[in-house]
C-alpha cells in the first residue's frame, strides 16, 4: 500500500471575503450622538452610559469636542437641572 501526502488545508473550502467595515464605536462618538439628540443629555445621563465621572465628561466636552470644533451648550432646567446639547 502506498501512502498518499495530502496537502496542508486540502479539501478544505476557500472563499474569498470582503473584509466587513466596522465602525469603531468610541465613547466619545457615544458622547457626541448624546448630545446631538435635541432634547440634549444631562451630567448623570452621560456618566451612567459611558461609565465617565463628572470630572472626566466635562473634560472630554471642553476638550475633545472643542478641538472638533463642536459647540456645547449648557442650560439650566427646572429643578436644577443642566442639560447639555450640542448647538
Given at each position: 500500500?502506498?501512502?498518499?501526502?495530502?496537502?496542508?488545508?486540502?479539501?478544505?473550502?476557500?472563499?474569498?471575503?470582503?473584509?466587513?467595515?466596522?465602525t469603531k464605536v468610541t465613547k466619545i462618538g457615544q458622547l457626541e450622538a448624546m448630545l446631538r439628540k435635541p432634547e440634549g443629555?444631562?451630567?448623570?445621563?452621560?456618566?451612567?452610559?459611558?461609565?465617565?465621572?463628572?470630572?472626566?465628561?466635562?473634560?472630554?466636552?471642553?476638550?475633545?469636542?472643542?478641538?472638533?470644533?463642536?459647540?456645547?451648550?449648557?442650560?439650566?432646567?427646572?429643578?436644577?437641572?443642566?442639560?447639555?446639547?450640542?448647538?
Amino acid at each position: 500500500m502506498s501512502k498518499k501526502k495530502v496537502a496542508a488545508g486540502a479539501g478544505t473550502k476557500t472563499t474569498s471575503r470582503k473584509r466587513e467595515s466596522k465602525t469603531k464605536v468610541t465613547k466619545i462618538g457615544q458622547l457626541e450622538a448624546m448630545l446631538r439628540k435635541p432634547e440634549g443629555a444631562t451630567i448623570e445621563q452621560l456618566g451612567k452610559a459611558l461609565e465617565w465621572q463628572t470630572h472626566s465628561i466635562r473634560g472630554a466636552i471642553a476638550g475633545s469636542l472643542k478641538r472638533k470644533g463642536i459647540s456645547v451648550a449648557g442650560e439650566q432646567r427646572e429643578g436644577g437641572l443642566r442639560v447639555y446639547r450640542i448647538i
